[in-house]
């Protein structure tokens, strides 16, 4: 079956750091683009950050350049989101997501197929 499952989410305290994790059954990953979005209450899911393939190419969304760095590591089919100086406007569920074969696929959610539970990043001020 195919399966992401994102892990990593919790409270942390606005200025502090978390790691999510995006692991991916089978060669889910191989080849493919991944990215991580994030959706609060009531608001749309938005893009975050994406990484291609080979890892040497990421592209983020404005409100978390320099705070936020995307990688991974194929040979553990596993993306990885750490997000630093987190602000109170940062809390979501946040998903990773596969994308597609080329670079970049885009911030658009529906160009990515599988994706994962979610899992919920809490920023208290």
């Known amino acids: 079956q195919v399966q992401l499952v994102e892990s990593g989410g919790g409270l942390v305290q606005a200025g502090g750091s978390l790691r999510l994790s995006c692991a991916a059954s089978?060669?889910?990953?191989?080849?493919?683009?991944v990215g991580w979005f994030r959706q609060a209450p009531g608001l749309e899911r938005e893009f975050v950050a994406a990484?291609?393939?080979?890892?040497?190419?990421?592209y983020y969304a404005d409100s978390v350049k320099g705070r936020f760095t995307i990688s991974r590591d194929n040979a553990k089919n596993t993306v990885y989101l750490q997000m630093n100086s987190l602000k109170p406007e940062d809390p979501a569920v946040y998903y990773c997501?596969?994308?597609?074969?080329?670079?970049?696929?885009?911030?658009?959610?529906?160009?990515?197929?599988?994706w994962g539970q979610g899992t919920q990043v809490t920023v208290s001020s």
């Open positions: 997501a596969r994308g597609g074969r080329s670079w970049f696929t885009g911030s658009d959610a529906t160009t990515y197929d599988y």
């Open positions: 990484i291609s393939w080979g890892g040497s190419s990421a």
């Open positions: 089978g060669r889910l990953f191989s080849g493919y683009t």
